[in-house]
Nanobody, 120 residues
Framework: QVQLQESGPGLVKPSQTLSVTCTVS??????????WTWIRQPPGKGLEWIGF???????YYNPSLKSRTSISRDTSKNQFTLHLSAVTFEDTAVYYC????????????WGQGTQVTVSS
């Protein structure tokens, strides 16, 4: 059973960089044919796909966020991390990590989510 757990700062000031880490247990982030993904949900809005990192380390980002987004990983800790730079109040959201099998439509595992608030 794969488990994902997000951890983040909780509060970030405008213009700073937000970093949220997903720790994976019960499976390896280097296992082939998986997309390790970041998704967020702003208050009162729907889910927004941010991007993912593959087992190879290749990354893909939402075009609307691409200029501010990077996803890195630490294979020794089985973790992957979202970095979102130059944050504004609109980046306030619950940030989720999730796993999707390549070719599947749905995510098979989700973390519980972590609230990140951008506030001065």
């Amino acid at each position: 059973q794969v488990q994902l757990q997000e951890s983040g700062p909780g509060l970030v000031k405008p213009s700073q960089t937000l970093s949220v880490t997903c720790t994976v247990s019960g499976g390896s982030i280097t296992t082939a044919l998986n997309y390790w993904t970041w998704i967020r949900q702003p208050p009162g809005k729907g889910l927004e796909w941010i991007g993912f990192i593959e087992n190879s380390g290749d990354t893909y980002y939402n075009p609307s966020l691409k200029s501010r987004t990077s996803i890195s990983r630490d294979t020794s800790k089985n973790q992957f991390t979202l970095h979102l730079s130059a944050v504004t109040f609109e980046d306030t959201a619950v940030y989720y990590c999730a796993k999707r099998i390549v070719g599947a439509w749905a995510y098979d595992y989700w973390g519980q989510g972590t609230q990140v608030t951008v506030s001065s």
